[in-house]
DNA sequence: CCGTTAAAGCAATGAAATTTGCATTTAAGG
DNA sequence: CCTTAAATGCAAATTTCATTGCTTTAACGG
């Protein structure tokens, strides 16, 4: 399940690709949409490590890009908002997996604070560097003015060095 | 057509509500995603007028302050990322308006940069301003704190003011 | 190896969405 | 008013997605 198009792919499509029949997948998952919202959260568990650089922008503007480059290749956020309320054992625990990833990033902003660095909290990651990221991708396309991510993290930073001032 | 849920409503629905025959709905839209956009853009052309307050902030603030109560009630920004490339004439007509009334926030801006006030750009005000209040919507569901569009403005202008310095 | 259980496969069925063909209605123009 | 074209409605047919019932397969433990 690769790219993002306008519509998840259908469960016989999926079938097929991995050599199994529909039917398996119905009665594991439930819908397309349950089973798209786990396969996009694994691929982002795997492919989006937690940069480590030794400094906060590095970081920062590392996982932004991984972020743009994820963002251009999986409805991630598009089935995660869509399930993001699931009680769906195998899903939740996903959901709560991916979470906890999320929580690296709290400490790497954390350590920056105790560093005495000027950081912006993860609320602010997501609304100054996630979401314009999210809305590039859905109305423009895949990023591809060099530096994009890089610019919103800069502004991230800006803005949290105004807030210890 | 209101509200926001995960699934657009079926044409069974639109159509049992609208008190036509579904068959019409398909033959004049096509499908429901393109009708979705269309009565989208319709309502978000009638409830979104553009603010004029006398000043860049209260005009700012009021627009965010719309686009969050739309956001809430519409699914205008998932139909139309799905249909921005649509060359459905009628569609691209309704799209084509959407942009010109976007516009018109330029022009709020350019006015005043005239005044010499700092200025965000309108990519800084997608960016800045509608992108956190669309992903919010998505994941946090309905803007409940009080304020929230106008802190985004309130980081906005900030950011505008930097750049002048 | 055997028995049990869970998972997967197959085919048929069901449900919902969509399309097709034809008839009727509506609206516009002379 | 009449004609024509377009729009709409109705019913049937088709397509696609999803479910159900039964069989087969695979894994595990004794």
Redo the contacts between chains.
């Keep these: 399940m690769a790219e993002i198009p306008?519509r998840l792919p259908s469960m016989a499509e999926i079938a097929a690709r991995a050599n199994v029949n529909p039917t398996s997948l119905y009665r594991r998952w439930g819908n397309v949409s349950v089973l798209a919202t786990e396969v996009a959260i694994e691929h982002a568990m795997r492919d989006f490590p937690m940069p480590d650089t030794g400094s906060l922008k590095g970081d920062l503007t590392g996982w932004a890009d991984a972020a743009a480059q994820l963002l251009d290749r999986s409805p991630l956020?598009r089935v995660?908002?869509?399930n993001?309320h699931s009680n769906e054992p195998g899903l939740r625990e996903r959901i709560d997996a991916l979470a906890r990833r999320g929580q690296e990033l709290e400490l790497v902003l954390a350590r920056a604070k105790a560093r005495g660095e000027p950081t912006p909290s993860l609320a602010d990651v997501?609304?100054?560097v996630?979401?314009?990221l999210?809305?590039?991708v859905?109305?423009f396309g895949p990023v591809r003015e060099a530096g994009y991510a890089a610019r919103?993290v800069d502004?991230l930073l800006?803005?949290a060095s105004?807030k210890t001032k």
């Design positions: 306008d956020l995660l908002a869509a993001i997501l609304e100054v996630l979401a314009p999210y809305f590039h859905l109305f919103l502004r800006t803005l105004l």
